[in-house]
């Protein structure tokens, strides 16, 4: 089975890319999330998920191991397949989707798109004692609880919750040290442009 892969970017597209190993192109399907820290660069290394079926043998990656360890907790439960575990991982990020399981958020689960309310139940159900063995860590030491305190505040106001979270995200990244009033103000002025 493949583990890991490092190599050089052939081409690149939102959910999925051609890697060349050693002269061998594997095609690799990715997340959004891992395809944003990707998209700049020319090669990269990837920890892999080999999914094999009768009748396919289907390469995953993912730009952090967290990643790959929710996305193999999430396709553990039965009725959720990679697609479906690739598209949550799409419109969630690894930190906010353990911390929406911890503490029961069904309705964040629902928010992320073909997610419906039975999946996420059973997501929070079979995965609130899991998900507190990855081990995440945060770029550039941002808070994440400044950062869900923020896009809750902005979502309340009635804005779109990924239009929100990437500002806030972007805002957060290039200045981490911003209080949380001073995130949702500048939020809201790059939001009302």
């Known amino acids: 089975m493949i583990g890991y892969l490092k190599g050089k970017i052939i ?99 629902v928010s992320v798109p073909g997610v419906g309310r039975k999946t996420a139940e059973r997501v929070v159900l079979e995965l609130k004692s899991k998900v507190g063995f990855i081990e995440t860590t945060t770029s550039k030491g941002i808070d994440f609880t400044i950062k869900q305190e923020a896009v809750l505040a902005l979502t309340t106001l009635g804005y779109n919750q990924k239009v929100a979270e990437k500002i806030v995200r972007d805002l957060l990244s290039s200045n981490p040290a911003l209080s949380l009033e001073e995130l949702i103000k500048k939020s809201l002025t790059e939001l009302n442009k």
């Open 11 to 109: 081409s690149a597209k939102p959910t999925q890319i051609v890697l060349d190993v050693n002269n061998v192109g594997y095609l690799i399907h990715i997340s959004i999330s891992t395809f944003e820290k990707i998209s700049d660069q020319s090669e990269i290394s990837l920890y892999i998920h080999t999914h094999v079926r009768e009748d396919a043998l289907n390469l995953y990656g993912f730009y952090t191991e967290a990643e790959k360890e929710m996305f193999e907790l999430l396709i553990s439960i039965s009725g959720i397949g990679p697609k479906v575990a690739l598209s949550i991982l799409s419109g969630i990020s690894v930190d906010e989707l353990q911390n929406a399981i911890q503490i029961e958020n069904v309705s964040r689960l």
